[in-house]
């Protein structure tokens, strides 16, 4: 028999330009490459063979009798396999849109894996094909690969059909016109046998489930194999547009102090981690509503009349479940919130799920909010709190507000510390700890820690503090500026532009601080300590409480939070902590302040234990510096 094998050696030359193609579009990312790379790889292999069998099948003196059963077994699994390409094009469909149970796969793939069954026995059975005298013959079952490829045809036409709702009209009518072309050449050759015409159905297919098909990555994290940011915001603006709206609550799973897991069991021991975190999620509220974020941050959506306190409880004992990876327990715990879809702002989506991860994770480690109505007004206060450092920083001034620190001993103001105020329009004067939250996220936060400084040289080059009894002025540096390499060289720089003695500035430094740049302030401290400045540890007992910290950074003073001082006012278990706290840094002739005085027997009971110095709203609140030199003036002696 001789075979017309021009198609498919038209089929084979167009298959290398479409590989050429397909690799060198760059808007495709690398996995879809990879992913349809294969489906080419199962055409062009279905072509070759074709193309070798025909011919090795017209000349069967070509090569040995049991060499043209292995190719035609090769190509005919070959035939077998590639319409469950056609399968898997719709099972992607499905999956982009909602997830899909990849237990229809395994099913839908039994009609094949008989079918190879069948062909690789063939030399023994001779149920598909045989070779008499040399001659191809079809055996009783040698129209199964036809079959099989009518079968899955029926099954992707069923299967669309089945979620044509989650698919919609558009993607139906496109998966129908692709089947419908595909197979043109299909019934093409079964009216003309002698042409061969498969290798062009198949690389038809191809063709159109390559430039038909969405960007399966652009929807699929690569890490845990769920669907990702992208599939979310695809998510929720598809869900805008119904007409009913989108009836669902949101939760935001932020995970805490996961670069310890990655510590503790590597990069990839947390990568494990989070797969079978997202695992558990799946099974909990299936594949569709499982979402990564971005990092250690998920998202799992459930429909809106379920009770929000049960879902919480249901994701923490995910969540706390022990994750066994490289002989490690590993416990997890996160932060949880729950929003409504319908407060999104579908062109604020991205914005609007960072600000309220961001306002979660405020409430600590472990804590649960709920993104209620005020999240609109919350988002309008940060937008408006930007827009002010904004400007501050433009006009290149930042307002400074100072808090005058009282001297238990000479019974006088003996410093103060500077403290960043920031006006905002609509909202007046909001909290430090609320904006410079807001300036560490947007990156603002070392400009305005050097304009603050800038306005405290500058305040203290306009008068002589020292005739009012100031010492020196206490300066916050922030996390950001302590990590700094230049941040020796840029102190020093605005104090030497205003000519500032340097022994009037103090460096406050937090304790978080400390631990976050612990190598770096060594270092810089020392230089700075060199050239005449002081440092002082900020919010002792607010945090880690570390006495390393004490011992090898040179502070000239410790400052105790005023949450220790108020503890001390309530309980004697307290009162007597700090007591000793006190004598312990008096010991080694470290002076002491104590923040949060507010009233006349916390003065008295905090100075009696040995404090040096006394801050809080009983002898001032922080000042505007326009009214700081009246106040000092009056001095405390004479206003009491």
Not at 275 to 294: A, H, I, K, P
Not at 332 to 338: D, E, K, Q, T
Not at 389 to 411: C, R, W
Not at 494 to 520: G, R
Request: aromatic letters at 12%.
């Amino acid at each position: 028999m001789i075979y017309n094998i021009d198609f498919e050696i038209s089929s084979l030359i167009f298959s290398i330009v479409f590989i050429v193609t397909m690799l060198s579009k760059r808007d495709y990312d690398e996995y879809v490459r990879h992913t349809f790379g294969a489906y080419i790889t199962v055409g062009i292999a279905d072509v070759i063979l074709d193309i070798v069998t025909a011919y090795t099948i017209s000349n069967p003196s070509l090569v040995p009798l049991w060499a043209n059963y292995v190719l035609n077994i090769a190509f005919l699994c070959f035939q077998m396999i590639a319409p469950t390409l056609l399968v898997h094009y719709v099972y992607m469909k499905v999956r982009i849109a909602k997830g899909s149970n990849k237990k229809f796969l395994a099913i839908a793939y039994i009609p094949c894996v008989f079918g190879v069954l069948l062909t690789a026995t063939t030399f023994f059975t001779k149920w598909i094909i045989y070779f008499d005298n040399g001659v191809y013959s079809h055996g009783i079952l040698g129209n199964y690969v036809y079959f099989n490829s009518v079968l899955y045809a029926v099954i992707a036409i069923i299967y669309t059909y089945l979620e044509r709702d989650i698919l919609g009209r558009r993607q139906c009518l496109l998966i129908g016109l692709i089947i419908f072309i595909a197979y043109l050449p299909i019934i093409y050759q079964a009216v003309h046998p002698d042409v061969l015409a498969t290798g062009v159905s198949v690389m038809l297919f191809v063709f159109l489930m390559y430039f038909t098909n969405e960007n399966q990555i652009a929807y699929e994290d690569t890490v845990t194999s769920s669907l990702n940011r992208t599939a979310f915001m695809k998510h929720i603006t598809d869900a805008s547009k119904k007409e009913e709206g989108s009836p669902e609550q949101i939760f935001l799973i932020s995970l805490d102090n996961f670069k310890l897991v990655n510590e503790v069991a590597g990069v990839d021991g947390g990568n494990e981690i989070m797969v079978m975190l997202v695992e558990s999620f799946q099974e909990e509220y299936g594949v569709r509503n499982v979402f990564r974020w971005g990092g250690d941050v998920f998202i799992v959506t459930v429909q809106v009349y379920s009770e929000s306190t049960q879902e919480i409880e249901i994701i923490r004992k995910i969540i706390q479940k022990p994750y066994f990876v490289k002989s490690h327990m590993i416990e997890l715990s996160a932060c949880v919130g729950v929003i409504n879809a319908d407060k999104i702002d579908v062109d604020k989506i991205g914005w609007t799920i960072e600000f309220a991860i961001s306002k979660i994770k405020s409430g600590g480690k472990g804590s649960y909010a709920v993104i209620d109505e005020t999240l609109e007004e919350d988002m309008n206060r940060s937008v408006a709190i930007e827009q002010a450092l904004h400007n501050a920083i433009m006009n290149g001034s930042f307002e400074v507000h100072y808090q005058p620190i009282f001297d238990t001993k000479n019974k006088c103001f003996h410093s103060m510390e500077a403290l960043a105020r920031l006006d905002v329009p609509g909202y007046g004067y909001v909290s430090p700890e609320e904006f410079i939250r807001v300036a560490e996220k947007n990156g603002s936060i070392l400009q305005i820690g050097m304009l603050v400084l800038e306005e405290v040289c500058k305040f203290i080059s306009e008068h002589d503090l020292k005739k009012y009894g100031v010492e020196f002025v206490e300066v916050n540096l922030s996390v950001v500026q302590c990590m700094q390499d230049s941040i020796c060289r840029d102190i020093l720089e605005v104090l030497d532009k205003y000519k500032i003695p340097h022994e009037m500035i103090n460096l406050e430094i937090t304790e978080s601080a400390a631990v976050d740049s612990e190598k770096k302030l060594i270092r810089s401290m020392a230089q700075l300590t060199l050239n005449d400045l002081t440092f002082s540890l900020d919010d002792y007992g607010s945090g880690y409480s570390n006495i390393n910290y004490i011992v090898d950074l040179p502070f000239n003073i410790v400052k105790i939070d005023k949450y220790v001082v108020w503890a001390a006012m309530k309980n004697m278990s307290s009162r007597r902590i700090l007591e000793n706290v006190a004598k312990m840094f008096k010991d080694v002739h470290l002076n002491i302040v104590a923040e949060g005085i507010e009233d006349p027997d916390m003065a008295r009971i905090i100075t009696d234990m040995g404090v040096d110095y006394l801050q809080g709203y009983y002898f001032s609140k922080p000042i505007p510096k326009d009214k700081l030199l009246d106040f000092l003036k009056e001095g405390y002696r004479e206003k009491n």
